[in-house]
């Protein structure tokens, strides 16, 4: 979880940037009036550049001479810059003051620009304080009275303010719309440097919010131009977490670890509190995606504490979040939860849709692994309902993620399927790819632009000190740079086609794994569609039939009903367990556990799970063990492949038939082997047993329905556990099966 960065920057100073060193030159000689209206412009500069001691410096030194001369309108500018300064400092209560006496004093004197600037410092203390609404009704004021006085650039810097009010509430695309027409009248006003502004709030709700990374990073990297143009450094800081969140994204993790290091050091001069918990909270998130738990922990216990200094509910409930995360990880479930719910508690006081979506299906998920399966459906259900009013995509996936998993746990497979079924559609693989493709693209493209300028600088430095130690030199140097730039070029056009290349072969290979993944919804699909329909109408007509002419029955009749009912569910519900565990290893969501466990526990557990139902067909089961049969593996993956085996050999093997499962020693090896003298299978069809994609019609010797999933499942748990799984068959004669698995000895 991430903090939104749009309330930080949304105060926004009215003057252009380069005037600072004219200002101080004449200020020795400007007197009276005159002067105070030139300290304040000085303060604004200082501003401009987030060089806050000097700011107040000026601010205080306005304040006193206005006081002195009498000059009202001085005196309330300067109030408002002192306010301006210490709520952005977040030294809230100070900066509320000053804006207060500002107000009063420019309502006294009938100065409307005055009250107009001291109702965006208003709103400004009203958003930090976490009071959004009465920050909109203030700000709303401010845009008014700009408006009413002609004053485009202090109207577009009061409609940032209100960008970001707007924000905090959830309503996102309108506080897009009013960033976006701030970057359009600064822009207009050639006021690059405030446009900057617009474009880092902007940045900041793409990225953060809506998860559009590449409009969040093409606005960020706009900004970062402009305010490393004017050497301001601290929004330049702003920029570099945005891009370095890019980066996460596309799980690089490198990356983010320099720009969020360098900008916590540079938050860290300014001691603004606020800043240095971004920072590190930032840090925490990739050392967490590394699951590098202990380390994100102690970032995220210094984001905290910062957040406890200056009461920011919001930064207290994100870093309490993001710990629980990390317990999570570190499969500490009682302990995440705890933490889980003391976040959440603050969430719900600041009406976060967005943030309250995350804690809910992170509580659902640890729910889960504590088996509370009913409180964990329910808060996946409003973590959905809260997403969707935000459009936050990858919190509805999550909460339908959740769904599917609890249902799947508590035995309702219906609702499983139907919330995998959602969870599915979400997901947009092709999009997601080309997205991050085109990041790639960009970041690319912005790192060889930095790299160009700084090689850039430094060329241009040794060409100066080079010309003033021998002019005479200038032809060799002026060489020696010539082909320095020639081999810089080149190797700027040899990465190119390199990164094009490696683009290339990814979009193939996006389009191979596409064309797999349609293959696999086409057979999903196809089995939900034909093979669970025939056993439900089986067993609807039989019920029906038992629940209206149970009278007409004899006894026997109403056995052999109840048989088939049996064999029909059996049959249900081997399929659907099957279905599952497919879909799941298809979502990648099977973690491979291997452990060292006894083989011969698990053949010996199937066979007593399947002994009634050979028994109902009056088959024998042999059963010859070697007296230890210890592998490694997966064990839950092992016992789904040994159930499907045996399961088959019942189905395809005619009455008073014989099932034989043996395990024996293969050198560094363990061979289970589950052979019957069933109807076999016919050699056309045994090399596409284990085959995507093909079409099943084969049926059990008293027509037991079969998909051949259970076989393909099987394959793939073999491989994934370095085994080999073999078949031989001879039609009318019987089928063995072997699977040959890594000795645990």
């Known amino acids: 979880m991430k903090y939104i960065l749009t309330t930080i920057l949304f105060v926004a100073v009215l003057f252009a940037q380069t005037n600072l060193e004219k200002h101080l030159e004449k200020l020795e000689e400007t007197t009276g009036n005159a002067r105070v209206d030139l300290l304040n412009k000085i303060c604004e500069e200082y501003k401009n550049v987030s060089d806050n001691e000097n700011a107040i410096k000026y601010a205080e030194q306005a304040l006193s001479e206005a006081s002195q001369n009498e000059y009202a309108f001085g005196k309330i500018d300067a109030l408002n810059n002192l306010a301006s300064i210490y709520i952005l400092a977040q030294q809230l209560a100070q900066g509320n003051e000053y804006a207060r006496k500002a107000d009063s004093l420019s309502k ?367 032809l060799t140097y002026l060489l020696v740079i010539i082909s320095m730039m020639l081999l810089v070029f080149a190797v700027v056009y040899y990465r190119r086609f390199v990164e094009r290349k490696i683009m290339n072969n990814k979009l193939l290979q996006s389009e191979k794994e596409l064309k797999e993944l349609n293959e696999t919804k086409d057979l999903f699909f196809s089995i939900i569609a034909h093979d669970l329909r025939g056993p439900f109408n089986s067993l609807l007509g039989i019920t029906e039939l038992l629940a209206e002419d149970t009278s007409e029955l004899s006894q026997d009749e109403i056995k052999r009903l109840s048989k088939e009912v049996n064999n029909n569910a059996r049959n249900v519900y081997l399929l659907l367990e099957n279905l599952l565990e497919w879909s799941s290893s298809q979502l990648g969501k099977h973690i491979f556990e291997p452990v060292k466990f006894d083989l011969n526990e698990v053949v010996t557990q199937n066979v007593n799970l399947y002994r009634k139902a050979a028994e109902l067909k009056e088959i024998t089961f042999n059963v010859n063990l070697e007296s230890e049969a210890f592998v490694y593996g997966d064990k839950n993956m092992i016992e789904s492949v040994t159930r499907n085996l045996i399961n088959n050999s019942i189905k395809f093997t005619n009455r ?69 799984i073999e078949v031989k068959s001879k039609e009318g004669e019987g089928t063995t099966f072997k699977v040959t698995l890594p000795s645990a000895n």
Do not use: W
């Open 108 to 474: 006294v004197t009938n100065y409307k620009y005055g009250t107009a600037t001291a109702y965006r410092n208003i709103g400004a203390y009203y958003i930090y304080s976490n009071k959004p609404q009465y920050a909109i009704d203030t700000l709303k004021l401010s845009v008014e009275m700009f408006k009413e006085l002609d004053d485009t650039l202090g109207m577009a810097s009061s409609l940032m303010s209100l960008g970001a009010a707007y924000s905090r509430i959830n309503e996102i695309e309108t506080g897009i719309e009013l960033f976006e027409q701030a970057a359009e009248i600064f822009s207009k006003k050639n006021n690059d440097y405030q446009a900057a502004h617009a474009y880092l709030n902007l940045g900041s709700l793409y990225s953060t919010i809506i998860g559009d990374y590449q409009k969040g990073l093409d606005n960020s990297i706009k900004a970062l131009e402009k305010f490393q143009a004017v050497n301001d450094r601290v929004k330049a800081a702003y920029a570099m977490i945005i891009i370095g969140n890019t980066y996460e994204s596309l799980g690089n993790y490198d990356k983010p670890v320099e720009y969020y290091t360098e900008a916590l050091s540079i938050f860290e001069k300014t001691g603004n509190a606020y800043l240095i918990a971004n920072a590190d909270n930032n840090l925490g998130e990739v050392y967490k995606a590394r699951k590098e738990y202990t380390k994100a922990i102690e970032y995220y216990e210094q984001a905290l504490q910062k957040s406890k200094e200056i009461s920011n509910e919001e930064g207290i409930a994100v870093a309490l979040n993001n710990i629980g995360e990390c317990y999570y990880g570190l499969k500490n479930y009682n302990l995440a939860a705890d933490y889980y719910n003391q976040s959440f508690s603050l969430l719900e006081k600041l009406n976060d849709s967005h943030k309250l979506s995350i804690s809910l299906n992170n509580q659902a998920s640890v729910l889960i692994k504590l088996n509370k399966f009913s409180e964990a459906i329910s808060k996946a259900k409003r973590a959905i309902n809260l997403a969707e009013t935000v459009f936050a995509g990858k919190e509805i996936e999550r909460g339908y993620e959740n769904l599917y998993l609890s249902y799947k746990s508590v035995g309702n497979y219906k609702a499983a399927l139907e919330n995998f079924i959602q969870y599915e559609e979400i997901k947009d693989s092709l999009v997601n790819e080309k997205s991050s493709e085109e990041l790639a693209r960009t970041l690319a493209e912005y790192e060889t632009f930095q790299k160009e300028k700084e090689i850039e600088l430094l060329t241009k430095n040794a060409e100066l000190k080079e010309a003033e130690l021998k002019r005479q030199e200038t």
């Open 656 to 724: 008073n038939g014989t099932v034989e499962i043996t395990t024996s020693k293969q050198n560094d090896s363990v061979q289970l082997s589950v052979s019957d003298n069933g109807i076999g299978i016919p050699e056309n069809e045994i090399d596409n047993l284990f085959k995507l994609g093909r079409e099943v019609k084969k049926v059990g010797t008293e027509n037991e329905k079969g998909t051949g999933l259970g076989l393909i499942l099987s394959k793939e748990f073999i491989d994934k556990n370095n085994g080999k």
